[in-house]
């Protein structure tokens, strides 16, 4: 296995990202005990609405324009990043002053704590669009060695930050405040990682280019997030602020390990593709071996939920383990349906990606809202079966479609 490893390019960066998401996921899980000690599940609630909502407005940002510059030939190279360049600092400002407008609106209707929330995590924005180009560039060359060791610092700090404020200050601030804090350590170290400075002499992209791509990007990378965060809007919304906390707490440890190991995954798999000679041959590889390193430890984690749950969040936490088990298994149908998607847009076919992920976020939403009212549990389970049924059936069709196209074309 180390002699593999050693060999594999595509195995060593996804080790490396993978070993970034573990910094964050052991990290992110002094939060979770931490915060199951010192808040209460209304406090946690409120601030679950709030990165919800911050997260559904953050999506926003994937407008496919550092997937243009990943897979530009040489000769188009400085045009793009200076297209990029110029639509990072329009999009990111127009973004800061859509979160604060949304803040304004949750202030008027009578929360203010989730308007501050909100208003806070908006500053993240002003400090992304000055980083966005170096790290499309620092990916396109391959130094994800590099930039996962920044993700992981990023997000390690912030969690870290959370655990000192929730010991010491718990309030639902202790969940936002750090993701703020840790925005302006992610673009100094983006910046030195890979030196990039505008150069008008060489000219600019046509709006074009980036908009016939990016349009689907965008809308597959909103209805994404909007599938992961919707359902616990939902519930917040027909169960309250406790059942909410007591879901984003179960929902946290169950898909954790799935959401940040197809993170992982997607972020390494484009640029591979990108850079293979048969993509096909190149996605069969790494997705094969994303499964065989993924499987064995879903499986683990969900047939020792029972035991950590309860050790980890305390004795009042016991009862969501079965919910925890369930979702641990979301995992494999999320990474398959990761790697069909990263291939249709590396392929230059993001608009099957958009159309296949605005049915995936339809069907879960609804089986949300019509399983809440039978419990969590319920949930859980429509999301594993609802999930599972639609992404594999679209890697199923995609894939042999792909196959037959590429056939034809050799």
């Known amino acids: 296995m180390t002699r593999f490893f050693a060999g594999n390019r595509f195995a060593q960066q996804l080790l490396s990202y993978a070993a970034s998401e573990a910094a964050g996921k052991i990290t992110r899980l002094l939060v979770v005990v931490v915060i199951a000690?010192?808040?209460?599940?209304?406090?946690?609630?409120?601030?679950?609405?709030?990165l919800a909502a911050g997260d559904l407005l953050k999506a926003l940002t994937e407008n496919g324009a550092g997937q243009r510059i990943i897979a530009s030939p040489e000769n188009e190279?400085?045009?793009?990043?200076?297209?990029a360049r110029w639509i990072f600092r329009w999009w990111c400002g127009g973004l800061f002053l859509l979160q604060i407008s949304v803040a304004g609106l949750c202030a008027l209707m009578g929360q203010p704590t989730l308007a501050a929330l909100l208003a806070l995590?908006?500053?993240?924005?002003?400090?992304?669009?000055?980083?966005?180009?170096?790290?499309?560039?620092?990916?396109?060359?391959?130094?994800?060695h590099q930039t996962a060791a920044i993700a992981g610092a990023q997000v390690a700090g912030a969690n870290i930050a959370t655990v000192i404020l929730a010991l010491f200050w718990p309030s639902p601030l202790a969940l936002v405040l750090p993701r703020v804090i840790a925005a302006p350590i992610w673009l100094v170290l983006m910046r030195r990682l890979r030196p990039w400075r505008a150069d008008e002499k060489y000219g600019f992209a046509p709006l074009r280019d980036f908009m016939t791509y990016g349009w689907a990007v965008l809308g597959t990378e909103v209805v994404r997030v909007l599938r992961m965060q919707a359902d616990k809007l939902i519930v917040g919304a027909m169960l309250g602020a406790e059942s909410l906390g007591i879901y984003f707490m179960a929902f946290n440890a169950g898909l954790g390990l799935a959401t940040s190991f197809t993170q992982a995954f997607s972020v390494v798999l484009?640029?591979?593709?990108?850079?293979?000679?048969?993509?096909?041959?190149?996605?069969?590889?790494?997705?094969?071996l994303s499964l065989v390193v993924l499987t064995p430890v879903v499986a683990l984690q969900a047939a020792l939920a029972p035991f950590y749950v309860p050790v980890l969040l305390g004795d009042g936490w016991q009862d969501i383990a079965p919910v925890v088990s369930i979702l641990c298994f979301a995992a494999l149908p999320s990474v398959i349906w990761s790697a069909v998607a990263g291939w249709l847009r590396a392929s230059e076919r993001p608009a099957e990606e958009f159309a296949v992920s605005v049915l995936i976020a339809v069907a879960l939403m609804l089986n949300t809202a019509v399983l809440t009212p039978l419990g969590l549990t319920a949930v859980a389970t429509g999301y594993l079966v609802t999930s599972a049924v639609i992404m594999l059936g679209a890697a199923f069709y995609y894939v042999p479609t792909g196959f037959r196209t590429h056939q034809r074309r050799s």
């Open 37 to 50: 000690r010192t808040m209460d599940p209304a406090a946690i609630g409120v601030a679950a609405a709030a």
């Open 77 to 83: 190279l400085e045009q793009r990043c200076n297209t």
């Open 121 to 144: 995590l908006a500053a993240e924005y002003l400090f992304m669009p000055a980083g966005l180009v170096q790290a499309a560039l620092a990916m396109r060359e391959g130094r994800l």
């Open 270 to 288: 484009f640029p591979y593709l990108c850079a293979a000679g048969d993509r096909l041959a190149a996605l069969r590889g790494g997705l094969g």
